[in-house]
Each structure stands twice: as structure tokens, then as C-alpha cells.
């Protein structure tokens, strides 16, 4: 069963408009966030991170809301660029558990220019 | 520059085949970790190690073994290829997780591993 959940497997956003990805979560014990940019034939690259103390962080045109009631988290990006297309993962870390991440399906994200 | 880097980007094995797949990270990384990625699953982790000699299960384990005889190095193992291996394999390393808050795992560029 999958504790982290990415509902949307796409989204197309026009250039300059902003792209909300989001991710669902099912253990309260997830201490720590993160979400992943992956573009085809590489590996995933860190994007930007969230402690679960915390409900918003921001990374220039990247922020990320954490909402712990509702077990959800959105990564947010204005304005969006055509090289923002990617797959987008989110990654949920249980606490004391070996630096281990839990992974979504991911989201790919296409860009119009 | 960092960098975890796996042996081989393509590989195409036969179905009963022993595979080994070799990752190396520059970073003097306590963790290492070995996923798969398939459409729809996103990222399932196979094994990871915490030290050198250390090994544990991830959530799905079954047809892999490891091996991490040297802290630089993590390889993953299919004993007896079979079709439904056929997967990209991604190895991830972190420091230890009072370390890691700020940026989680570095990765490799994957493995697309096609068993026929």
C-alpha cells in the first residue's frame, strides 16, 4: 500500500502561468518532505525540502505548503517555464528511520511555451 | 562536483541470468540505496545499507540481494533475471539522517535494465 500518494500523473500549464503539483500522505510518523525533479535518462535531482514543524518553505520560484491535518502537501511554481517540464516526485521520510524515503508515483509536468 | 555514478546506463540480460549492477559515490555517504521506478509505481526501494557490511530490506526485496564490502560502493544483485525485473534501477546515497534534512539523497542516472 502506498503511504505517499500523487494522484495526477499530468498537468500541462501554460508558460508563465503557476503549476501546483500536489502529493497525499497516510503516516502521521512522516517527519520530513521533499520533492524531486527528473528529467528523462537522469537521475532525480532535489528540488526543495519541508520539516513537518513547518507548513510553507520558499526557493525562489518554488514553494512548498504542508498542510499535516489533511496529510497533504503542494509544491507550487511561478511562473512556470518550459524548462520546468519533468517528472516531479514527492518523497516522505519516517522519523528515525534510516534517512528512508517513501516515494510517489510522480507527476509529469509539461510546460507550453 | 559530487556524484553517484552506476556502472552501466542500458543493460540487456537474458531471463535466468545472474546481473549486477555497480554504483560508486564520491561523497563519503554513510547510506546507500538501491529503487526502481516503473510508470504508474514511482519509486520502490529494493535494499539500502547504512554502513559498510550492512544491509536491510526495503519493500521489495524478493529476486535481489546486495552487497556492500567497501563504504564507496553498493551493488545490487538479481540472482535469476526475470522479465518482470525489467525496470530503470536508480542508486541514491545520503549522509547520515541528522545530516541530510536539507537536500535528502543524491542519485545516479539509473540503469534501464531490460530482461528478455
Known amino acids: 500500500d502506498q503511504q505517499v500518494k500523487q494522484n495526477s500523473p499530468s498537468l500541462s500549464v501554460q508558460e508563465g502561468r503557476i503549476s501546483i503539483l500536489n502529493c497525499d500522505y497516510t503516516n502521521s510518523m512522516f517527519d520530513y518532505f521533499l520533492w524531486y525533479k527528473k528529467y528523462p535518462a537522469e537521475g532525480p535531482t532535489f528540488l526543495i525540502s519541508?520539516?513537518?514543524?513547518?507548513d510553507k518553505n520558499e526557493d525562489g520560484r518554488f514553494t512548498v505548503f504542508l498542510n499535516k491535518s489533511a496529510k497533504h502537501l503542494s509544491l507550487h511554481i511561478v511562473p512556470s517555464q518550459p524548462g520546468d517540464s519533468a517528472v516531479y516526485f514527492c518523497?516522505?521520510?519516517?522519523?528515525?528511520?534510516?534517512?528512508?524515503?517513501?516515494f510517489g508515483s510522480g507527476t509529469k509536468l509539461n510546460v507550453k511555451p | 562536483d559530487v556524484k553517484v555514478t552506476q556502472s552501466s546506463r542500458y543493460l540487456v540480460k537474458r531471463t535466468g541470468e545472474k546481473v549486477f549492477l555497480e554504483c560508486v559515490q564520491d561523497m563519503d555517504h554513510e547510506n546507500m540505496f538501491w529503487y526502481r521506478q516503473d510508470p504508474g509505481l514511482g519509486l520502490r526501494l529494493i535494499y539500502f545499507?547504512?554502513?559498510?557490511?550492512?544491509?536491510e530490506k526495503g519493500d521489495i526485496p524478493e529476486g535481489y540481494s546486495v552487497s556492500r564490502e567497501k563504504k564507496e560502493r553498493f551493488s545490487l544483485i538479481l540472482e535469476s533475471a526475470s522479465t518482470n525485473q525489467t525496470s530503470m534501477y536508480l542508486c541514491?546515497?545520503?549522509?547520515?539522517?541528522?545530516?541530510?534534512?536539507?537536500?535528502?539523497?543524491?542519485f545516479g542516472s539509473g540503469t534501464r535494465l531490460t530482461v528478455v
Open positions: 545499507s547504512y554502513d559498510v557490511k550492512m544491509k
Open positions: 541514491a546515497s545520503s549522509p547520515p539522517a541528522t545530516e541530510s534534512l536539507t537536500y535528502g539523497y543524491t
Open positions: 518523497a516522505a521520510r519516517r522519523r528515525n528511520n534510516f534517512n528512508k524515503f517513501y
Open positions: 519541508i520539516s513537518s514543524i513547518k
